[in-house]
């Protein structure tokens, strides 16, 4: 049986990231670049996140091919 749920939180994740994203640049469009910070911020601190999880995983899995 194959489930789903953590690739669907993964989405719901993205998609969070996304929206966040997308808030503040609508934010920045309006020339409210104060308000633009904090959905802009947000979305920069949970891809940093990510980036760095991938990162670490794809290290771990290098180191583990070249022994």
Known sequence: MVT??????HE???DS???LY???IELLEER???EAA?????????E???LKFYGLR???LLSCVGR
């Open 4 to 9: 789903y749920t953590g690739s669907m939180r």
């Open 12 to 14: 719901a994740d993205r």
């Open 17 to 19: 990231t996304l929206t």
């Open 22 to 24: 997308r808030r503040g």
């Open 32 to 34: 409210d670049f104060e």
């Open 38 to 46: 904090a959905p802009l911020a947000a979305a920069a601190r949970r």
């Open 48 to 50: 940093d996140r990510r």
């Open 58 to 60: 794809d290290n771990l």
